[in-house]
């Protein structure tokens, strides 16, 4: 199996910056997609942001272009998720994911899922 695990989230103030990091280990694929989804309390899983393989392709929310930006290092089993001028609407449990297959907005299509890092942005 594949195991995910996201560190770097907290508590920040509006217009701050936190860097989220996700490391892969165990049976990988070097051809898995890997990105992030988010949950705040009281609503549906959305997408943030994915990223193929070979760091090409990313594809982001239009809610978070322009103020995020995922990319994958050296190592096709890591993936960051830099995030910019946060806000407020962006306090969410953020999830690292990675699939088998090509680059997906639905959270269903994806096979491996992290156990999440909070992230807090005060007002």
């Known amino acids: 199996q594949v195991q995910l695990v996201e560190s770097g989230g907290g508590l920040v103030q509006a217009g701050g910056s936190l860097r989220l990091s996700c490391a892969a280990s165990g049976r990988t694929f070097s051809a898995s997609p890997m990105g992030w989804f988010r949950q705040a309390p009281g609503k549906e899983r959305e997408f943030v942001a994915a990223?193929?393989?070979?760091?090409?392709?990313?594809s982001y929310a239009d809610s978070v272009k322009g103020r995020f930006t995922i990319s994958r290092p050296n190592l096709s089993n890591t993936v960051n998720l830099q995030m910019n001028s946060l806000e407020p609407e962006d306090t969410a449990v953020y999830y690292c994911?990675?699939?088998?297959?090509?680059?997906?907005?639905?959270?269903?299509?994806?096979?491996?899922w992290g156990q999440g890092t909070q992230v807090t942005v005060s007002s």
């Open positions: 994911v990675a699939r088998r297959g090509a680059i997906s907005m639905r959270a269903r299509e994806y096979d491996y």
């Open positions: 990223i193929n393989w070979s760091g090409s392709s990313p």
